[in-house]
């Protein structure tokens, strides 16, 4: 948690995928904010990731029919795993759903200003829309120990959106993060996450340094794991994920580069 003394520190990168996002056009829900993103970036530099747009909006697409199919199927909770300023608590609003955003403190506290006034102005109560907010730290805390003190029931199925954070995370980090979300996931549940990738014959560490070497963001908020497709796979399974489905971003028309983005659906294992 913030602490006196200690810098605040807001992801930049979650701001400019989000002011990058706000240009795409997308569904939402009959009771759903269709211009939530751009509400969550007013007042943000104006940073779009031209060289990225192609993946996010591949990415973008797969996740959003994630949750459209979940609410049609009934799920009742989806938590969003590096939340940042993604949008889908509004843009999918559904009476009876209730999403959980899991994330930074600090870019926590950013966001909820953020919905604070948009909520003000559009729901002088404050509660359509809000998402239940979990501060965590993804390299100490305890996934499944802290969805359950903010209210999640884990004996119900949840969606599970992991997009764009895992490459953040070092190997160990990512597979006991996995294993918490497992821990927390009851049958029936569906994680869905993005996976960075690289070709099998590279070396993963050589591939993670250069892609470092051309992000401004790097030394702040470094690329920690891209893997061969094997090698993501094997994560999955060690934290007890079964994988029901998989695409290369590049398959979804959108022009994205094929082989950097494997994007998978998976469901408890046992």
């Known amino acids: 948690m913030a602490g006196r003394g200690r810098a605040v520190t807001i992801s930049k990168t979650s701001q400019a995928v989000a002011m990058t996002r706000a240009g795409f056009a997308r569904p939402h829900s009959a009771d759903g904010d269709p211009l939530a993103q751009q509400r969550l970036c007013a007042g943000m530099a104006s940073v779009v990731l031209t060289h990225m747009q192609a993946s996010l ?21 989806v938590v969003v795993l590096g939340a940042g300023y993604d949008d889908r608590a509004l843009r999918f609003r559904t009476a009876g759903v209730t999403f959980f955003e899991v994330d930074h403190p600090d870019t926590q506290a950013d966001k ?16 359509a829309g809000r998402p239940v907010f979990v501060a965590a730290d993804f390299g100490s805390d305890n996934v499944a120990e802290v969805l359950e003190a903010a209210g999640h029931d884990q004996h119900r199925a949840s969606l599970f959106l992991c997009e764009g954070l895992l490459v953040y995370l070092d190997q160990p ?98």
């Open 57 to 77: 909006a591949a990415r973008t697409a797969f996740f959003d029919g994630q949750v459209t199919s979940a609410i049609e199927a009934d799920t009742d909770q």
């Open 112 to 127: 909820r200003a953020r919905l604070d006034s948009i909520l003000a102005e559009r729901d002088p109560a404050g509660v």
């Open 173 to 270: 980090t990512t597979a006991r993060f996995l294993s918490g979300v497992r821990a927390a996931a009851a049958d029936g549940s569906v994680l869905a996450v993005s996976l960075s990738v690289h070709a099998d014959g590279l070396d993963s560490a050589t591939v993670v340094a250069r892609g470092n070497a051309r992000r401004r963001t790097a030394a702040a908020e470094p690329w920690r794991t891209i893997l061969p497709v094997s090698g993501q796979l094997a994560l999955l399974a060690s934290a007890g994920w079964r994988v029901t489905a998989a695409v290369d971003a590049a398959d979804l028309g959108t022009g994205a580069a094929p082989g950097r983005s494997l994007l998978v659906i998976a469901a408890p294992a046992g």
